[in-house]
């Protein structure tokens, strides 16, 4: 196992931490600084696996780090982006249409309408009035289940 220089080790630690698997850490580890490396190796940065806990601490606290950050900012990645899907899909579309593939086209119109729409958010409309139009609340019964009704006497 050759030792890597410290900006090799911060990227597999940063990649790792964004959940990339060791086998594209090793692929893009070759192509950024034209090194061979093993997924062992890579492994061994990985402070969550058995390999990686002899890691040190300065490895650990920038995967920490990073994994909190790649978990919390989701706006750095394009496609987290409603505008952004929204373009590439009416990319595909016009292809597909040009391509006289409608069928593709069409679904990719209800996905966008989908996207438009907020199918795929865990948004929920919620109706705040009531059948007759009034704004009232109807009263709330709530039932525990398993347990016996009280006649008010305590005991």
């Known amino acids: 196992m050759a030792t890597l220089k410290p900006e090799v080790k911060a ?13 594209q850490v090793v692929d893009e ?3 950024e ?12 940065h990985d402070p969550t696996k058995a ?28 496609i987290a982006n409603k505008a952004y899907r929204l373009r ?5 579309m016009t292809k597909a249409e040009s391509m006289r593939n409608m ?3 069409s679904s990719l119109i209800e996905q966008a309408a989908k996207e438009v729409g907020d199918a795929y958010t865990n ?12 704004m009232s609340q109807r009263p709330t019964t709530i039932r525990l289940v398993g347990v016996e009704p009280t ?4 005991g």
């Open 51 to 78: 390999s990686g806990k002899g890691l040190a601490e300065k490895w650990v606290e920038l995967f920490k780090a990073t994994r909190t950050r790649f978990q919390t900012e989701i706006t750095d990645i394009p």
């Open 11 to 23: 990227f597999i630690v940063q990649a790792l931490a964004c959940y990339d698997t060791p086998s």
């Open 88 to 92: 590439a899909l009416d990319r595909m």
């Open 33 to 44: 600084f034209k090194l061979k490396i093993s997924r062992q190796q890579v492994e061994s």
């Open 103 to 105: 069928a593709l086209a």
């Open 151 to 154: 006649n008010g006497k305590s």
């Open 123 to 134: 948004r929920q409309k919620v109706e705040h009035t009531s059948p007759d139009g009034s």
């Open 29 to 31: 580890v070759q192509k």
